[in-house]
């Protein structure tokens, strides 16, 4: 038995031994090594539904190794299924079961991961069925369920596998059958070769399949990613471990990215060895995608990381390999699977995420020695490595275009008439929707007709092309004129060269129009991917004889040509949509040499202004850096003195593409430019623009923000300022470095809060970072310093989408010399001019006085102004000559540009006449206007390969159709623009409209993999429509102010408005099928599944509402239907990746609809054709004085039995009364009164005082009341319905001055509608009540009690104690004391004591509807809701009042925060600390209005919120705070001798016997003037004269002495004279001067008024005020005046470093010898014998070093002594000099002209010396 038990041990170990010296099998040279494989893509939503769509592919790989390194490979057997439908997953079946109730509630939870858990499931085959008896047409769509997406005869069936029948993959079969040969090397796949003629699409799938074999078994030999340093050899790695886990760097079909090694042995067989590797795609050195657009746009970065990728993906691999453990570089692989996601995140995680699964998977079915060898690929052609390459659409097409190339004549012929009758019925089909109405299927066929375009052959398009298009005088069928638009709009579209050559013959046979032309070029420019021959073709077009005959076409060519360099040359930023550079370095070097000499050659050829500012915008688009130099010497060089400002700007914004290629070289050019003091705002806010287009360091932004620290300029100074704090508070993705950058640099900045009428840089924006999208409007402005109207102006549109930001649009304008009429006809009413034909009427006026013979007698105005002109001569500061122009951007490339007729423009300023008169006759008959087109918003791709081998691609495409007929009557009696109406005023203007616009947009985005054979994906499929329907007549009767406007209703209805989006997953095949001609012709079957998203929520949203059914006739209504993103979540923002979204906004006839609508307006005047000539003259002055304005509004919807009227009467009124102080001081308590009599005003007499109190105690009522009567609704109501509305509203009727004030506000507001307007029935009563708080007044007290009794302090309570001891009262009663009346102490003062910090407002109803009720307790619970930390709340045991609310808002002095305290029936609420500076509101209209649609709102609103105050309107108050306090721009000259400008600037300057300018209209119209003087040095009585309005009004003190004066009103007040002759005006009576001082009906010029020692002189039609009170002077003027301005109250331009501008515009440093240039020299002001010095250069005459003589000036003038008298007095001063050599001609031009006027011209000049100069200052005869 042992020996049994022996035997039986040696035979099993001789059989382990055996089993043991077995080889292991291996990849060996000489065996055939088959496997099996299959890969399947999925796409879908999983999140929203589980619906899927995708593709399956199987074949068996054969590898034959002819060495151990050579390998062949072939496919065999290959099949390809399409797959679409719907997964069941297990959860669905278990809830099914659980199912107790017809109402299923299913959690989130139970649907999460069904897809990805199903649907990577291979094992089973969910693919069972086969799709039969089915068209190639037919679309799988949804029915009403989406669990059945279709019903068959048999069962309802989830999905489905269709394969792909054998015809249609012949071709396929054929590439993939082919051999490949690689070399594999431990591993590693290198070395592919292939046939030349299989295309590359093959040879990526079989790279694919390579890829599952590429194993790194040894990381030593590859790029080793875990080494602890650089110079440490890596021991981490011991390939005899039995688990090895390692980094490296390695290539494969996706790119050459990190990947993570993870080997270890199989425990269980032996010699297997498990490897699972897993890719890092956010590290990778190179990475295989390929993009293109018709846009720019970029992938920004945040915060100095790389741009997030917008397709993110992620692989991982198991293999299992048979090891030979002799011979670690033997193996064997025996299966592999791949696993990958790529997914595609638009928004946020909260649902909406686009997933395409791939799995492929390699077994081993067979090895053995090879029995047939496979043949080699012959002829062969090296293809690389693993990396997958891209095939473009060119080489597509080429491959498409050689078969065309291959084939005989008849069959091209067959082919082409194909091709052309599908393009022709295309385009027909679109041509007569254009007619009819706009639908999706239109922008679908647009879209499908440019990509038959595209895929034309040369031939074949240019044959199509020419045959379609003709000149359009043969068209006269509309028809096939909008055919042949369409067809052109295609063709700009197409964006290939072929295309370009197209236009260029269409161009040159004169087929097309210059505007078909200009529009051609510019939409192939942005379409076309630029090559060199293309850009050369549009050089061609450039200088062809079209190009050159039409400025229009010019100018379109050079801007393309500009354009499409750009897209030739420039290089690609990272995730950037642009183009490449060429392969060839020295090739694109070339290029750009040449290019940059064309564009060089435009500019110095160009015979015009406007052809040199085409040439320098088409230098901006291309942004050559070659150009740079050309640019600089126009900006900084030699010309740039010569060059106008104008094209110097253009210069400097045409660098804007290159800033950030040559930042540093840009920064050098610029940096001087915009940190010249001398340079004009323009140039250095321009040079400011491209220096932040460069995005510069922070050292930079520090560098600019320290300048502003230094800066003269207030337009610069806040431009940058602004811009700045812009950028900081920017939230787009792109600018979050400079945002933190920004940030900083503002700490170093100068705050500028010039206000609105200064240069700034604002934007408004929109972030949403949960849907990851954005949009931000940046409007720039630059303003003008003559008027407060802006120079230039631009508004720029970004967009963040989909990770990439893009500056989509961009428009501006800049005019010059424009300003007088913009300012005439929008600014103050400065010429009675209320319009354009007021304008114009006046100018014909002016210009039919000026030719006439008329004259008349010379007044003393006149005469005397002549005087002053000539002794002191102003020059006139006139506007430059009119310029400007418009443009267009799109994506950053100017596409247009429209340049202002310089003589048209000019002859409109002076004239008032326009060279359109053809035009206004062609109105008088009809215009008919008919507009159509046809473009592409949005085109762009992106690509990434998958592990297949498939590409990936992410691609949006667009279309939009726009059309628009009008027929447009317009009648003006008299006309517009004739000649002959010198005198006549408009009396009426008949307009009738019909016409018919309608927009449809649509947007098809789709993440879809192709195979070449089938295409699937996920799509979304988004349709926007809106039409305007626009038909009616308006008649303005001007003269009787009557006015007329019909509006014609629908007849049927109409959809105003869509919007609807649908996301599904489809599938489409491409199918070859001969036709009966044995022509091979394409057919493509497409089928879908809606994606109806139940999985998050299993209904959607739904909301109807609609209105006017009853009551207009006509019905509106609103229906939306939306998927949320989160479950049970309803009213969140909708997301167009969850469900189909659709927005209906309709319009349809309702009940008894009306045919049309009458609207009447008219303004009512009471006849006075009964009174007699006395009672007229009554009744219109107390007319005037209420200023009473009476209107009707009559509303009549005809039909024949059931009319809806509806009648408006307006009135409103004025009228002044007096407060009734003792009534309101009852409620308030008695230590706080003011206003009684021994409360005096500080710093003014009793006498004042008690005249100033009886005129300021006056309010001013204004009443508008509103009645509104309508017929009753019918079906509705049985009577009238009325409404009454009354509004008062009591302030001031004088603003406010004094300290001792307590006025009020008041607004009462009374509504009665119901059956009458009696009250009885529904009525609501507002009062509310501004008036000051209790702690204002207690501050107040405070700070008179310490200025009454400064030194009893320590005697007082403590509540009247203040810690600053000098508050701002008390410096203004000091100021007030010295006779200082408006210090800046007393503004601040004046302007927080008639602050009114306090609102009462009490509301009364009665009977209010239902719906009143709800959505006021609504409003109520939102407050609460938003409010909830700072609220308290009192509801119990509360018994107010019933129906009554009361409600008291409180703000703080600095006015930042508010208390709110409320009383309602049933509560008691106060809410504390509500923020009113910068005011956040948020308001959710779905729960206020109880509606399910998302109409969230949360802004912050840009201006603080103002409570009212005594001193200035409300209106005042905003437009002051916008314009920091210059609303009403004033100079005062005060009693010590201090002036202050109109731009705020102070400067001590006494005035003596000699009338000085105060302020004068330096304009060429001379409207005013003001002098002053000081007859007496040893006081301070001043006389001021005012010319006005033809008239010179003279104001000074009454001389007589005190005990010669009565006790009369008119002792020791004003003495006026008007003309010479004195006037008395009694205290507070307007006194009105007339144009004819005899007729009280004729126009009025000015106003009079004395108020206590204040006379004040009015002119609202100039909009000039002059005050004095005989020692001070004050002038306020309108912003009209802005830069036209001179005198002692400076030029009124902005800025402070050019106040001290003299006559001449010469700009003086001192104060002093400002003051003495605007003193009018006069014999009557200075002693016999003197005389008084005037200002002019001091001039030297010498030998400079090279003995030669020169004449030198001094910079700046001075006082001189005129001939004949010599120096009294005088003064040393430092001054520059400019000197020039003698002989000059120039020179001697200089020494004749300084002798009679400053030569402002000196200032600007370079100094060449200093010297020691006296000021002569008084003068007396030798």
């Known amino acids: 038995m042992n020996r049994v038990l022996l035997l039986l041990l040696g035979l099993c170990l001789a059989q382990a031994n055996i089993r043991q010296d077995r080889p292991v099998p291996v990849y060996d040279q000489g065996k055939d090594y088959v496997y099996r494989y299959e890969g399947d893509i999925k796409s879908g939503i999983p999140q929203t539904s589980d619906r899927f769509s995708g593709m399956k592919i199987q074949a068996d790989v054969r590898l034959q190794f002819h060495t151990d390194q050579d390998v062949l490979m072939r496919l065999e057997k290959i099949s390809l299924k399409t797959l679409l439908g719907e997964l069941d997953s297990p959860e669905e079946k278990k809830m099914q079961m659980m199912k107790t109730s017809s109402e299923e509630v299913v959690p989130d939870q139970m649907y999460k991961d069904a897809f990805m858990q199903d649907h990577l499931d291979m094992a089973k085959d969910w693919w069972m069925k086969w799709w039969q008896n089915k068209e190639s047409s037919e679309e799988i769509q949804d029915t009403d369920s989406e669990e059945t997406p279709w019903k068959s005869d048999k069962n309802s069936e989830k999905s489905f596998s269709q394969e792909v029948p054998e015809q249609d993959m012949r071709e396929f079969r054929k590439h993939l059958e082919k051999v490949i040969r690689f070399r594999y090397e431990e591993g590693d796949v290198k070395d592919i070769e292939a046939r030349k003629d299989e295309p590359q699409w093959s040879v990526n799938f079989k790279r694919g399949i390579l890829h599952l074999i590429k194993l790194t078994m040894d990381p030593r030999k590859s790029e080793l990613l875990d080494r602890d340093d650089d110079v440490t050899p890596n021991t981490s790695y011991n390939k005899f471990a039995n688990e090895r886990i390692y980094r490296v760097m390695e290539d494969d079909v996706t790119g050459r990215c990190e990947t993570l090694y993870n080997i270890r042995d199989n425990q269980v067989q032996k010699n297997i060895r498990e490897i699972i590797k897993t890719k890092d795609y956010r590290n990778c050195e190179e990475r295989s995608e390929h993009a293109q657009a018709i846009q720019s746009g970029f992938m920004p970065d945040e915060q100095g990381d790389k741009p997030k990728e917008l397709l993110e993906s992620s692989v991982q691999t198991r293999a299992y390999v048979i090891m030979d453990k002799n011979s670690h570089d033997k193996f064997m692989v025996k299966s592999v699977e791949s696993r990958g996601q790529h997914v595609f995140q638009p928004y946020s995680d909260k649902g909406g995420e686009v997933i395409t699964f791939a799995k492929q998977s390699l077994k081993l079915l067979e090895s053995a020695d090879w029995t047939e060898q496979l043949s080699e690929p012959e002829p062969s052609e090296r293809k690389g490595g693993l990396m997958f390459v891209f095939d473009t659409r060119e080489q597509n097409r080429d491959l498409t275009w050689n078969r065309y190339m291959r084939m005989s004549d008849a069959q091209k012929h067959d082919v082409t008439q194909m091709r052309t009758e599908k393009i022709q019925a295309l385009c027909q089909d679109i041509a007569v929707d254009l007619n009819d109405g706009i639908s999706g299927e239109s922008t679908r066929k647009f879209m499908e007709l440019v990509e038959e375009l595209r895929n034309l052959h040369q031939d074949q398009l240019e044959t199509i092309i020419m045959e379609e298009i003709t000149s359009p005088e043969e068209h006269t069928d509309w028809r096939h004129k909008n055919a042949r638009k369409v067809l052109l709009d295609a063709v700009s579209l197409v964006g290939k060269k072929e295309a370009l050559k197209v236009i260029q013959q269409l161009m040159e046979d004169d087929k097309v129009t210059d505007d078909e032309c200009a529009q051609m070029l510019t939409g192939i420019s942005l379409s076309i991917q630029p090559c060199p021959e293309s850009v050369k073709n549009m050089l061609e077009i450039v200088k062809s004889p079209r190009s050159q005959s039409s400025r229009q076409v010019r100018q379109a060519a050079w801007l393309s040509l500009g354009t499409m360099v750009h897209g030739l040359l420039s290089e690609r930023r990272e995730g950037q949509l642009e183009k490449h550079l060429p392969e060839n370095k020295e090739t694109a070097m070339e290029l750009r040499r040449l290019y940059s000499q064309e564009l060089m050659t435009c500019m110095e050829d160009a015979q015009s202004d406007e052809e040199k500012l085409m040439c320098l915008k088409a230098m901006g688009n291309a942004g050559l850096e070659d150009t740079v130099d050309r640019l600089q010497e126009l900006i900084t060089g030699k010309e740039s003195d010569t060059t106008p400002l104008e094209f110097r700007v253009e210069a400097i914004r045409a660098l804007w593409r290159v800033a950030e290629k040559l930042p540093h070289k840009i920064l050098n050019i610029l940096f001087p430019v915009f940190n010249n003091p001398e340079r004009d705002p323009e140039e250095r806010t321009a040079a400011f623009d491209v220096v932040m287009a460069s995005n510069p360091p922070l050292s930079v932004l520090e560098m600019i923000a320290q300048s502003t620290q230094r800066e003269t300029s207030n337009q610069v100074g806040q431009y940058v300022y602004t811009c700045l704090k812009k950028l900081s508070e920017s939230e787009l993705p792109k600018d979050m470095r400079m945002k933190t950058d920004c940030k900083i640099a503002l700490r170093l900045a100068k705050p500028f809060n010039k206000g609105i009428q200064y240069s700034q840089s604002r934007r408004f924006q929109a972030m949403d970072r949960d849907m990851q999208m954005g949009a931000a409007l940046d409007i720039n402005t630059v303003a003008d310093k003559s008027s407060v109207w802006p120079r230039f102006a631009s508004a720029k549109l970004g967009l963040h989408a989909m990770g990439y930001h893009m500056d989509v649009f961009e428009t501006g304008v800049r005019v010059e010399g424009l300003q007088a009429m ?1001």
Request: hydrophobic share 30%; proline share 5%.
């Open 822 to 1822: 913009i300012d005439s006809l929008l600014g103050k009413d400065m010429d009675e001019k209320k319009g354009i034909f007021d304008y114009l009427k006046k100018k014909s006026q002016q210009r039919h006085h000026a030719d006439g013979s008329w004259n008349s007698r010379k007044s003393l105005h006149d005469i005397e102004m002549e005087k002053i002109q000539q002794k002191l001569p102003v020059e006139t500061r006139r506007h430059s000559e009119p310029r400007g122009h418009m443009y267009m951007k799109w994506f950053g490339n100017e596409i247009r540009f429209d340049q202002l007729n310089k003589d048209d423009m000019q002859q409109l300023i002076d004239q008032g006449r326009w060279p359109i008169t053809d035009k206004e006759e062609e109105l008088r008959h009809g215009m008919d206007t008919h507009v159509t087109k046809a473009t592409k918003l949005v085109e762009a791709s992106r690509q990434i390969p998958t592990q297949l081998g498939l590409p990936i691609t992410l691609e949006m495409n667009s279309a939009l159709l726009m059309t628009s007929d009008v027929n447009t009557k317009l009648k003006v009696t008299p006309g517009i623009f004739r000649e002959d109406r010198h005198n006549q005023k408009v009396k009426g203007v008949d307009c009738e409209v019909k016409g018919q616009q309608e927009i449809a947009l649509q947007l098809v985005g789709k993440m879809s993999v192709d195979c070449h054979v089938i295409q699937s994906g996920v799509a979304l499929n988004a349709m926007m429509n809106t039409q305007f329907p626009l038909s009616g007549k308006m008649s303005l009767d001007l003269e009787n102010k009557k006015h007329k406007m019909t509006i014609e209703t629908p007849e049927k209805e109409r959809e105003l408005f869509v919007w609807r989006s649908e996301p599904f997953v489809f599938t489409e095949e491409t199918r070859s099928r001969l036709n009966a001609d044995g022509v091979e012709r394409e057919d493509k079957v497409f089928k879908k599944l809606s994606i109806q998203g139940k999985k998050t929520q299993k209904w959607p949203n739904m909301f109807h509402t609609s209105y006017g059914r009853e009551e207009l006739g006509i019905e509106f209504a609103l229906d939306t239907r939306m998927v949320s993103r989160m479950n049970n979540e309803q009213t969140s923002p909708f997301h167009p990746l969850t469900g189909p979204t659709e927005l209906r906004l309709s319009c349809k006839p309702g009940l008894h609809v009306p045919w049309e609508i009458d609207l009447e307006l008219q303004q009512t005047e009471d006849t006075v054709r009964h009174l007699s000539p006395m009672e007229r003259l009554v009744f219109t002055e107390e007319k005037e004085r209420r200023n009473e304005k009476p209107m009707e509004i009559y509303v009549l919807a005809k039909h024949s039995q059931h009319p809806r009227t509806m009648k408006i009467k307006l009135n409103t009124y004025e009228e002044v009364t007096q407060e009734d102080i003792d009534s309101e001081d009852a409620r308030i308590p008695g230590r706080f009164r003011h206003g009684k009599a021994k409360d005096m005003e500080p710093g003014v007499s009793m006498e004042t005082d008690d005249k100033m109190k009886q005129w300021l105690n006056q309010i001013l009522r204004r009443t508008i009341a509103i009645q509104l009567e309508r017929s009753p609704v019918p079906n509705k109501e049985s009577q009238d319905f009325k409404m009454c509305v009354t509004t008062e509203l009591e302030y001031p009727a004088v603003p406010e001055w004094r300290l001792l004030q307590d006025r009020r506000v008041k607004t009462n507001i009374d509504v009665k509608w119901g059956r009458d307007c009696s009250g009885n029935d529904k009525r609501i009563k507002i009062t509310a009540k501004w008036q000051k708080s209790d702690e204002q007044r207690h501050q107040e007290k405070m700070e008179e009690l310490q200025e009454q009794h400064p030194s009893s302090q320590e005697d007082t309570s403590e509540e009247f104690i203040r810690k600053d001891k000098t508050t701002i009262y008390s410096a203004c009663v000091q100021d007030r004391l010295q006779g200082l009346m408006e210090t800046p102490a007393c503004r601040k003062a004046v302007e927080q004591r008639s602050l009114l910090q306090q609102m009462d407002i009490d509301v009364e109803y009665h009977n209010i509807p239902t719906w009143m009720k709800e959505m006021s307790s609504a409003l109520k619970q939102y407050v609460y809701h938003i409010f909830f930390d700072r609220l308290t709340v009192e509801d119990i045991d509360v018994h107010n009042d019933d129906n009554k609310m009361r409600m008291r808002c409180t703000i703080d002095r600095d006015q930042k925060e508010m208390n709110v305290t409320m009383v309602t029936p049933e509560e008691n609420i106060k809410i504390n600390r509500i923020s009113i500076e910068k005011p956040k509101i948020r308001l959710d209209f779905s729960k206020i209005l109880k509606t399910r649609l998302p109409m969230k709102t949360d802004w912050s609103v840009a201006f603080p919120m103002r409570f009212p105050s005594t001193k200035m309107t409300m209106r005042e108050q905003y437009m002051d705070m916008m314009m920091n306090d210059k609303f009403i721009p004033h100079c005062k000259y005060q009693p010590n001798d201090r002036i202050r400008t109109f731009d705020g600037v102070e400067f001590p300057y006494q005035v003596g016997p000699c009338d000085h300018i105060l302020a004068k209209d330096a304009s060429p119209e001379h409207r005013f003037m003001v002098l002053i003087n000081k007859p007496d040095m040893e006081n301070n009585k001043k006389i001021v004269k005012v010319f006005l309005e033809g008239k010179k009004i003279e104001m000074s003190m009454n001389n007589k002495q005190q005990s010669q004066q009565s006790s009369d009103e008119e002792d020791n007040q004003m003495q006026i004279t008007i003309d010479g002759r004195q006037v008395s005006l009694p205290h507070l009576i307007v006194h009105k001067i007339y144009k004819d001082e005899e007729d009280a009906g004729s126009p009025m010029m000015f106003t009079m008024q004395r108020i206590g020692k204040k006379v004040k002189v009015e002119c609202d039609r100039l909009g000039v005020t002059v005050e004095t009170d005989g020692h001070s002077a004050d002038v306020k003027i309108s912003n009209a005046y802005r830069g036209k301005m001179a005198g002692l109250c400076g030029n009124f331009d902005g800025e402070h470093h050019s106040e001290y501008e003299g006559p001449s515009r010469e700009v003086y440093s001192s104060p002093f010898d400002f003051g003495l240039s605007y003193r009018i020299p006069s014999q009557e002001c200075h002693e016999q014998g003197k005389s008084l010095s005037v200002m002019r250069n001091v001039r030297i005459t010498q030998l400079n070093e090279f003995n030669k003589k020169e004449t030198c000036f001094s910079k700046m003038p001075v006082a001189q002594c005129p001939e004949g008298f010599m120096v009294s007095r005088s003064e040393t001063r430092h001054l520059e000099f400019h000197c020039l050599p003698s002989e000059l001609d120039i020179t001697k031009k200089y020494t004749e002209l300084h002798k009679t006027k400053p030569l402002d011209m000196m200032a600007t000049k370079r100094t060449d010396r200093i010297e020691e100069v006296e000021a002569e200052l008084e003068c007396e005869m030798e």
